[in-house]
């Protein structure tokens, strides 16, 4: 285990797969990771710091960036547009074990409400992001390029990305289902567009928005936005081993349902679960 402290933040980097110990944890704040949100904010609002430029004169997103961990990105949207898919595949989140605990990439747009920091890096023709969590990585390229049809489907899909003003906006077609949304276990199928947008508001906020957009699973799109803090100054991205002494994993300690813990009763809005006995 590796501990990540600086002044009164810490944030702890575990071995094994993400949250695997979250789940009967969730429903006790004091008892969650550094960070950690149950929801996006009402509002964000930005600082007054001024926003760094790039050598073009465009806000300059570069930094390295404490995520932290938003466990349920729809908790503004309540409830969701369901279609009779969509519902049925919220509700059946209990018959399955959160893809992450096995390793599996969280794909977009669940690695930006996943915690652990990233590292922004701005070019004139791409952005790169740099994921410390799975060492996951992406190159949005800004350059005019279109989707590349001929790609099979993946779980970080096909992105492209263009500015608006200082607002990178990024489009991700060609998802698979294997992932959730976030760590309440909101579902999305395999028609998902996702548009995110990232604009720097403050010397040292980024406000983020994600659109999901799943004919499948939602009768309209919906989107949510939450603010992202620059890391302190002595933060680097660290090693992440998943797997490495994964006891979760090998020694079939794994349980179905969401990682926040969240019941399901058939309708369209979760119900909490019961507190972690101590």
């Not at 806000?59 to 969701?80: I, Y």
């Not at 959160?98 to 023709?125: E, H």
Request: proline letters at 9%.
């Amino acid at each position: 285990m590796l501990i990540r402290m600086s002044g009164a933040v810490t944030v702890i980097v575990l071995t094994g797969a993400l949250f695997s110990w979250v789940p009967a944890m969730a429903q006790e704040t004091e008892n969650q990771p550094i960070g950690t949100r149950d929801g996006p904010p009402e509002e964000v609002v930005p600082n007054g710091t001024p926003v760094p430029r790039a050598a073009d004169g465009r806000a300059d997103l570069s930094g390295l960036w404490d995520k932290g961990l938003v466990l349920n990105t729809a908790r503004q949207n309540l409830p969701l547009p369901f279609t009779p898919e969509g519902l049925a595949a919220f509700n059946d989140v209990w018959n399955h074990i959160d893809a992450t605990s096995r390793c599996v990439f969280p794909g977009v747009p669940r690695l930006n409400s996943s915690p652990y920091p990233m590292r922004i890096i701005q070019l004139p023709d791409m952005v790169v992001f740099l994921y410390e969590y799975m060492h996951n990585f992406r190159v949005i390229h800004t350059d005019g390029r279109g989707h590349n049809d001929s790609w099979e489907p993946s779980l970080l899909g096909d992105s492209i990305g263009w500015w608006e003003d200082d607002t990178l906006v990024i489009e991700t077609t060609n998802l698979t289902d294997r992932t959730y949304l976030d760590s309440h276990g909101n579902r999305h199928s395999d028609a998902m567009t996702v548009i995110e947008r990232w604009t720097r508001i403050s010397a040292n906020q980024l406000l983020y928005e994600e659109t999901i957009d799943d004919p499948k699973f939602y009768t309209e799109p919906w989107s949510a936005s939450w603010d992202i803090q620059l890391a302190p100054d002595n933060w680097v991205l660290m090693e992440f081993a998943c797997t490495d002494n994964n006891k979760d994993l090998y020694e079939d300690h794994l349980r179905p349902g969401p990682l926040d813990g969240s019941l399901r009763d058939g309708t369209a809005i979760a119900q909490p679960g019961p507190p972690r006995a101590r």
